[in-house]
């Protein structure tokens, strides 16, 4: 039995530069990923099984497709390990979210498939599948800090920001990645920083935070909610939305925040939690 955690993934800055001419978005982004996420189990099985489990399974349940199998079909496509299996997943991070659960559990399927093959998770061909699945999944195999560029999957690990206390709140709204896209107001506002991270992320900003928005307009309360936080470095919306984080000066005050956004808004899905 192989088990990964699918961890949840932060941009912590997420700057537009230009529509490309095959459609996707020229990304310059500070990828970061967290303690926590969904979890898959790997196990041999005489005939290939997949189920899911977890808070947020339902959605999942009622769609023919799921990032998984698609990634274990992509990997058998790649490696020619043709061995059955059962994959279980515990999907704990909401769906169509902004912190890429689905891209996660592609990568976490991938680096369990290929732990059971010998393969090693850095093999570029391994990474080629990644990139096949979805722009974010590249990072999500890597699943740390990272400077991402090209659509995303251009990626430059950087060290730094482990340990620091994050809270992730979602006021349980899907969005659609595409139709944030969509919505982009085509504006190049410059690229990102260099030096320390967390200035980097703080100098940085969120440029689908505008569209996404105006798609879900309960994000506003949600970043209006951690804004008033006290102990905060930042606070921003992630990836195409609609999950907002801060970014704590230490756990103590991020643990008084989530308890405070816990029983003022008891829908909301609140993560405390640390990056990586
Ligand atoms: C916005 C980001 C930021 O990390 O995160 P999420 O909101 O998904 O978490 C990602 O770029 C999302 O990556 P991912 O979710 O893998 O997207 P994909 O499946 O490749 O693409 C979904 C759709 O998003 C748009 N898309 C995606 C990536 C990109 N660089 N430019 C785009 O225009 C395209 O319309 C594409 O059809
Ligand atoms: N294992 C999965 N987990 C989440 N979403 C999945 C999965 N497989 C397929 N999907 C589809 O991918 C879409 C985007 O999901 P997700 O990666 O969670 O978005 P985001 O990256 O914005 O958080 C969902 O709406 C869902 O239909």
């Known amino acids: 039995m192989i088990q990964e955690i699918a ?44 189920a899911i489990t977890g808070p947020f399974a339902a959605t999942l349940q009622a769609e023919s497709d799921n990032l998984v199998t698609r990634a274990r079909d992509r990997f058998r496509l790649t490696f020619g390990d043709d061995r059955p299996c ?25 680096r369990a498939l ?38 995303g999957e251009d990626l430059v ?26 919505r982009w107001d085509g504006v190049d506002r410059g690229s990102i920083g260099s030096g320390d991270l967390l200035e980097v992320a703080r100098s940085g900003r ?10 879900a307009p309960a994000i506003d309360g949600v970043l209006a909610v951690l804004a008033r936080q006290p102990r905060t470095h930042m606070v921003r919306m992630s990836g195409s939305g609609a999950t907002c984080f801060a970014l704590f000066e230490d756990a103590p005050a991020c643990a008084a925040a989530a308890e405070a956004i816990r029983s003022a808004e008891p829908g909301w899905w609140c993560l405390e939690t640390a990056l990586i």
Do not use: M, Q, W
């Open 7 to 50: 961890r949840a993934k932060l941009n912590l800055a997420l700057h537009v530069r230009h529509r490309r001419s095959d459609g996707y978005h020229a990304l310059e982004t500070l990828f970061a990923f967290v303690r926590d996420g969904d979890l898959l189990t790997l196990s041999d099985a005489e005939t290939d099984r997949f």
């Open 86 to 110: 059962a994959i279980l997943l515990d999907k704990r991070l909401p769906v169509a979210s902004g912190i890429g659960g689905g891209s996660a559990d592609a990568a976490a399927a991938l």
């Open 114 to 151: 290929a732990t059971r093959a010998g393969v090693r998770h850095d093999d570029p061909d391994l990474l080629a599948c990644a990139n096949v699945l979805g722009s974010d999944v590249p990072a999500c195999l890597l699943s740390r800090t990272a400077i991402g560029r090209g659509r």
């Open 157 to 182: 690990p950087v060290d730094g920001l482990g340990g620091v206390p994050a809270l992730l709140v979602n006021p349980g709204v899907g969005v659609s990645t595409a139709a944030v896209f969509e």
């Open 206 to 215: 969120n440029d689908l935070e505008p569209p996404a928005r105006s798609l």
